[in-house]
């Protein structure tokens, strides 16, 4: 059983940067794939961005691309989540998840593993 423990987020000006970091409970996390997915309130989940296996694989959704930055250090076994120029459109409940059978995924419907979700909230 993978444990997903979340870290970060709060409440930031627009404009401003937050990280977000996803700690795994197992040493072999380099073996999963990770995305980050995000849900305001009244809307769906909705991808934000991945990291395969591989770190070199990683993809953001369009919305966020430029301005978010996935990273995995598997020695810790934590991916992160940089995020800046932060947008109210970015406000959400952001949730890391995992998942060892796809060497990436952008659905949610893909992963098995999931964090406890941290809030962002991002002044005008």
């Known amino acids: 059983q993978v444990q997903l423990v979340q870290s970060g987020g709060g409440l930031v000006q627009s404009g401003g940067s937050l990280t977000l970091s996803c700690a795994a409970s197992i040493r072999t996390f380099s073996d999963y794939a990770v995305g980050w997915f995000r849900q305001a309130p009244g809307k769906e989940r909705e991808y934000v961005a991945h990291?395969?296996?591989?770190?070199?694989?990683?993809g953001y959704s369009e919305s966020v691309k430029g301005r978010f930055t996935i990273s995995r250090d598997n020695a810790k076994n934590t991916v992160d989540l940089q995020m800046n120029n932060l947008k109210p459109a970015d406000a959400a409940v952001y949730y890391c998840a995992a998942t060892k059978e796809y060497q990436y995924a952008l659905s949610s419907t893909a992963y098995d593993y999931w964090g406890q979700g941290t809030q962002v909230t991002v002044s005008s």
């Open positions: 990291i395969g296996w591989s770190a070199g694989n990683t």
